[in-house]
């Protein structure tokens, strides 16, 4: 088995093991691609959206947030578009019964192309060493140019033939490709369909009358239908923006990257309002700052890229993903598009209702431009377990498992330990969890050796170990453990509280993206 197959499994065990992430309704077996998220991964979870929350809408004065509602009225999805076209293509495998994206797997084969000229590259650097001109190699060497040839020609067949809704190429394509179903090596396709992502539901009490309503499968449009009334009631002038985190939900085809790929799950957005012609402008700016709000959080440069959109969506004139080093390779983590007036526009079409801003500066009314940073909450959940989740062999030769949490962002900041359950020690650790709980989400636990109890805080990602012992009760001190070092130090006990702030307060990682 390849080995980042091992390191997701033990992601996914490990989540499910320590509390953070469940199956749906799991004593039925579950639901697939839902999740719930338990005890630990839910304060985890919250703390991501706080980190996201601040850093849009408490340090922007221009900036407000809102919380609109999942169910909106049926004309939103039609004028925004996704009655008609957020669909994708399918196509099953009649033996296997298995059901795929006809796209990922056209891409899925040109992914395999670019392995192999990757191969060839590495191959040759090894046998060349400092010599090496990888910009040469690429452009010369006559079998990466072959890979790399049949990439372009594929992908942009793909592009032209979903573009025209042609989806008998798209079977042609995979037959002539000779694609198989990856788990069973089926070649007997059905035909290609597409298939709206939106789930639909009623509202209404009888089923003669009942108005046939969906599911949103993005947050922004609770956004765009309430730009008049944010922008009236909160005063704002361009450029300004809405920020929102909620619930969307879409169908997916293929769901079987645990929480990467969910029915149900989380987005974090934030609508930038501009005046037309100056956001390309905003959208570098936004691009830059999102960047910076990953970055701080000390996952590594190296583990995030920039992937331009060659081919837009209709309604953009510029989008990247920002992608990251998942478990299974690069993937979008977050979107960033420069949405253009499409969104208000179409709005203002279907609702009959005026969506525009006037403008003292330039004394006229128009549609305000978008730019967008739309992130999932869950995606994000997924990049900072499955990176900070280390086995690490220590000295004994014996292995610990640590979950390197950015402090701000762990379930609980510290754990309070008396070393024994006896001679008034725990009534000393509860003292102090008392003292501290209002400041902090404090973590208590006399059972098991204390060695034991350091594990499992390290597994949970709780940066300071508190443990009082005998001592303790005679000078008022504490022995106080690090989780990423293990070193250990005696401290006051009237200092704890200034101790755990200056390590887990999100002032030191907000102020590293300003
Ligand atoms: P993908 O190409 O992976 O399907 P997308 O381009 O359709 O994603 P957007 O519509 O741009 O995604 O949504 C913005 C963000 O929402 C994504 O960057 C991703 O983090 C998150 N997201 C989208 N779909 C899902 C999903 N099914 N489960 C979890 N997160 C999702």
């Given at each position: 088995?390849?080995?980042?197959?091992?390191?997701?499994?033990?992601?996914?065990?490990?989540?499910?093991?320590?509390?953070?992430?469940?199956?749906?309704?799991?004593?039925?077996?579950?639901?697939?691609?839902?999740?719930?998220?338990?005890?630990?991964?839910?304060?985890?979870?919250?703390?991501?959206?706080?980190?996201?929350?601040?850093?849009?809408?408490?340090?922007?004065?221009?900036?407000?947030?809102?919380?609109?509602?999942?169910?909106?009225?049926?004309?939103?999805?039609?004028?925004?578009?996704?009655?008609?076209?957020?669909?994708?293509?399918?196509?099953?495998?009649?033996?296997?019964?298995?059901?795929?994206?006809?796209?990922?797997?056209?891409?899925?084969?040109?992914?395999?192309?670019?392995?192999?000229?990757?191969?060839?590259?590495?191959?040759?650097?090894?046998?060349?060493?400092?010599?090496?001109?990888?910009?040469?190699?690429?452009?010369?060497?006559?079998?990466?140019?072959?890979?790399?040839?049949?990439?372009?020609?594929?992908?942009?067949?793909?592009?032209?033939?979903?573009?025209?809704?042609?989806?008998?190429?798209?079977?042609?394509?995979?037959?002539?490709?000779?694609?198989?179903?990856?788990?069973?090596?089926?070649?007997?396709?059905?035909?290609?369909?597409?298939?709206?992502?939106?789930?639909?539901?009623?509202?209404?009490?009888?089923?003669?009358?009942?108005?046939?309503?969906?599911?949103?499968?993005?947050?922004?449009?609770?956004?765009?239908?309430?730009?008049?009334?944010?922008?009236?009631?909160?005063?704002?002038?361009?450029?300004?923006?809405?920020?929102?985190?909620?619930?969307?939900?879409?169908?997916?085809i293929v769901a079987r990257q645990f929480i990467f790929r969910m029915r149900e799950f989380e987005q974090m957005e934030m609508q930038f309002f501009v005046p037309p012609g100056t956001e390309l402008m905003f959208y570098e700016e936004w691009k830059e700052k999102r960047m910076k709000w990953h970055l701080a959080l000390g996952l590594g440069k190296e583990n995030y890229k920039f992937h331009d959109h060659e081919k837009l969506a209709h309604y953009a004139n510029a989008a990247t993903d920002i992608e990251f080093r998942f478990p299974f390779g690069f993937k979008e983590l977050e979107g960033i598009h420069s949405r253009t007036d499409f969104d208000l526009s179409a709005h203002e079409k279907f609702s009959g209702k005026k969506l525009q801003y006037f403008d003292p500066e330039r004394n006229e009314n128009y549609v305000p431009y978008v730019v967008e940073t739309s992130i999932g909450l869950d995606r994000m959940f997924l990049a900072l377990f499955s990176h900070c989740l280390k086995e690490e062999t220590l000295e004994d030769q014996s292995v610990r498992t640590v979950l390197s949490l950015p402090p701000a962002l762990a379930p609980f900041k510290a754990a309070i330990l008396p070393l024994v359950k006896k001679d008034g020690l725990p009534e000393y650790a509860e003292g102090i969890v008392n003292e501290l709980k209002y400041d902090f989400p404090m973590y208590y636990e006399e059972k098991d050796a204390i060695g034991k109890r350091y594990r499992r805080q390290d597994a949970i990602g709780t940066p300071l170990c508190i443990t009082v012992d005998h001592n303790s009760l005679k000078d008022h001190t504490v022995t106080l453990r690090d989780r990423d070092t293990m070193k250990q130090e005696r401290v006051k006990t009237e200092n704890l509280r200034k101790i755990i702030d200056e390590k887990v307060n999100f002032r030191t990682l907000l102020s590293k993206i300003e």
């Open positions: 088995m390849a080995k980042q197959e091992d390191v997701f499994k033990k992601v996914i065990s490990h989540a499910k093991e320590y509390g953070f992430i469940f199956s749906s309704s799991e004593i039925y077996d579950g639901l697939s691609a839902v999740y719930d998220y338990g005890q630990n991964g839910t304060e985890l979870k919250n703390n991501i959206k706080k980190y996201w929350w601040m850093s849009m809408v408490q340090l922007h004065r221009n900036i407000v947030g809102i919380d609109a509602s999942i169910l909106m009225h049926p004309t939103t999805w039609e004028a925004s578009g996704h009655v008609k076209a957020f669909s994708d293509p399918l196509i099953d495998n009649k033996d296997s019964k298995k059901r795929f994206r006809a796209d990922v797997l056209i891409e899925e084969y040109c992914a395999r192309l670019e392995e192999k000229a990757q191969k060839e590259i590495g191959k040759a650097k090894k046998r060349l060493g400092k010599a090496f001109d990888k910009k040469r190699f690429e452009t010369t060497h006559p079998k990466v140019l072959e890979y790399r040839g049949k990439q372009q020609s594929i992908l942009s067949r793909m592009a032209q033939s979903l573009e025209k809704e042609n989806l008998e190429d798209i079977k042609k394509l995979i037959e002539e490709l000779g694609i198989a179903d990856p788990d069973t090596g089926s070649k007997n396709w059905t035909e290609v369909r597409q298939f709206n992502l939106m789930f639909g539901t009623k509202l209404g009490a009888s089923t003669e009358n009942a108005t046939e309503i969906y599911l949103r499968p993005e947050t922004a449009q609770g956004i765009f239908v309430n730009f008049p009334n944010v922008q009236k009631t909160s005063r704002q002038r361009l450029p300004f923006g809405i920020a929102q985190i909620g619930k969307a939900f879409r169908n997916e």
